[in-house]
């Protein structure tokens, strides 16, 4: 229909060229992106930390010749370099524009009308937006209060389960040997979401040798100081990867991503002391924040999960945000009185304790 003769019309008909799901889609809502300077940003839990001076060499020396050129459709370089940190194959891995373009590739690969995909909730926001845009049904078994695997994940019969652990926004993380029984009852694709692992004591590395039906998820936003870039990738039996290389796009991360990928993913020793950091401030920021007055969970990601014993989080979120600090709250049952908070610099944490503590005092 030509747009002239549109005046008039009401939205519902410009709608009608979506399928039906994507008419109804509540599209995913990422975090807040602030644009004004001096803004205190812990709620997209990005790394405080800038990306190792090994990625921003790489970055320097970008040739023309790698632009005019389409890129490795494979990604070799990085499998190789990823392929040697996790003692696996190159045929192990395979290159995504994000973690996130993964988690669509899997729902494509595995699920439809026919075939559930199945996750603990709540857990990340993207799952069921992707089950709806595939048209698929999502079963959502929901978590204790404390964040333990439910058993009735194992009996959904779905095609694909997710686990994303460590848990966002939970924080929290569920062990090897659960993970490994359940991948081990389940007769669908296991995808462990371990875009946090970074910041956890273990991760589920070790299930890819094991089984055949494992797909870890890794992502270089957060551990690498890399969201910009968008960059992530799959770890799986080399069959489950050549599955899934069918459905990727021929070139979906360019030149400049892999180069300054494999960069970042070769310096582990700049990667870990940038970790190190990060646990010593989560640890400190929970410790101030359970004085003066938050429940706050033991996490093992670089972020936290609190909720105060008498001031609403909504309350909190709002005067923060007047004050130019950002941390994530969400009106979703089971969170909504919880602040998800990034773990910032040591002074950027300082800021947001002096601004809660005042919020505090003032009620
Ligand atoms: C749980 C979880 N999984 C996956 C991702 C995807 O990360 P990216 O696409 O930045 O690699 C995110 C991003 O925030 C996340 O929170």
């Given at each position: 229909?030509?747009?002239?003769?549109?005046?008039?019309?009401?939205?519902?008909?410009?709608?009608?060229?979506?399928?039906?799901?994507?008419?109804?889609?509540?599209?995913?809502?990422?975090?807040?992106?602030?644009?004004?300077?001096?803004?205190?940003?812990?709620?997209?839990?990005?790394?405080?930390?800038?990306?190792?001076?090994?990625?921003?060499?790489?970055?320097?020396?970008?040739?023309?010749?790698?632009?005019?050129?389409?890129?490795?459709?494979?990604?070799?370089?990085?499998?190789?370099?990823?392929?040697?940190?996790?003692?696996?194959?190159?045929?192990?891995?395979?290159?995504?524009?994000?973690?996130?373009?993964?988690?669509?590739?899997?729902?494509?690969?595995?699920?439809?009308?026919?075939?559930?995909?199945?996750?603990?909730?709540?857990?990340?926001?993207?799952?069921?937006?992707?089950?709806?845009?595939?048209?698929?049904?999502?079963?959502?078994?929901?978590?204790?209060?404390?964040?333990?695997?439910?058993?009735?994940?194992?009996?959904?019969?779905?095609?694909?389960?997710?686990?994303?652990?460590?848990?966002?926004?939970?924080?929290?993380?569920?062990?090897?040997?659960?993970?490994?029984?359940?991948?081990?009852?389940?007769?669908?694709?296991?995808?462990?979401?371990?875009?946090?692992?970074?910041?956890?004591?273990?991760?589920?590395?070790?299930?890819?040798?094991?089984?055949?039906?494992?797909?870890?998820?890794?992502?270089?936003?957060?551990?690498?100081?890399?969201?910009?870039?968008?960059?992530?990738?799959?770890?799986?039996?080399?069959?489950?990867?050549?599955?899934?290389?069918?459905?990727?796009?021929?070139?979906?991360?360019?030149?400049?991503?892999?180069?300054?990928?494999?960069?970042?993913?070769?310096?582990?020793?700049?990667?870990?002391?940038?970790?190190?950091?990060?646990?010593?401030?989560?640890?400190?920021?929970?410790?101030?924040?359970?004085?003066?007055?938050?429940?706050?969970?033991?996490?093992?990601?670089?972020?936290?999960?609190?909720?105060?014993?008498?001031?609403?989080?909504?309350?909190?979120?709002?005067?923060?945000?007047?004050?130019?600090?950002?941390?994530?709250?969400?009106?979703?049952?089971?969170?909504?009185?919880?602040?998800?908070?990034?773990?910032?610099?040591?002074?950027?944490?300082?800021?947001?304790?002096?601004a809660i503590s005042r919020i505090l005092k003032s009620k």
């Amino acid at each position: 229909m030509k747009n002239s003769q549109m005046a008039g019309i009401n939205e519902q008909l410009t709608m009608g060229y979506f399928r039906e799901n994507v008419e109804k889609l509540k599209a995913y809502t990422p975090g807040f992106q602030p644009k004004q300077p001096g803004v205190i940003k812990l709620n997209t839990n990005e790394n405080p930390y800038p990306p190792s001076p090994m990625v921003m060499q790489a970055l320097s020396q970008i040739q023309p010749e790698q632009l005019r050129k389409y890129p490795d459709p494979h990604a070799d370089a990085f499998r190789q370099a990823a392929a040697q940190v996790h003692s696996v194959k190159p045929e192990n891995i395979m290159c995504t524009n994000g973690g996130d373009e993964l988690l669509g590739m899997a729902v494509r690969a595995f699920c439809d009308e026919n075939r559930p995909v199945a996750y603990p909730v709540p857990t990340y926001s993207l799952y069921p937006v992707l089950a709806e845009i595939q048209n698929c049904k999502a079963i959502e078994v929901p978590f204790d209060s404390e964040f333990n695997l439910p058993s009735a994940l194992a009996r959904t019969g779905a095609y694909l389960t997710i686990v994303c652990n460590p848990n966002a926004p939970s924080g929290s993380f569920i062990s090897v040997g659960e993970l490994s029984s359940l991948a081990d009852e389940i007769n669908g694709v296991l995808l462990i979401d371990e875009a946090y692992v970074d910041f956890a004591q273990e991760n589920c590395l070790s299930l890819v040798k094991d089984f055949d039906n494992v797909i870890i998820l890794r992502s270089l936003s957060k551990g690498y100081s890399l969201a910009g870039l968008r960059f992530g990738y799959a770890i799986a039996d080399a069959g489950l990867i050549e599955g899934l290389m069918k459905l990727k796009d021929s070139y979906n991360v360019d030149a400049i991503a892999i180069a300054l990928a494999t960069a970042a993913i070769k310096d582990q020793p700049y990667f870990k002391e940038n970790i190190e950091k990060i646990k010593k401030e989560r640890s400190a920021l929970t410790g101030q924040l359970r004085n003066i007055g938050f429940d706050v969970p033991d996490s093992s990601s670089n972020f936290i999960l609190a909720e105060h014993k008498t001031c609403s989080a909504k309350e909190i979120y709002d005067k923060l945000v007047q004050e130019n600090i950002y941390v994530r709250y969400w009106e979703i049952p089971g969170i909504s009185n919880k602040l998800r908070i990034t773990v910032g610099t040591k002074e950027q944490n300082e800021k947001l304790l002096e601004a809660i503590s005042r919020i505090l005092k003032s009620k």
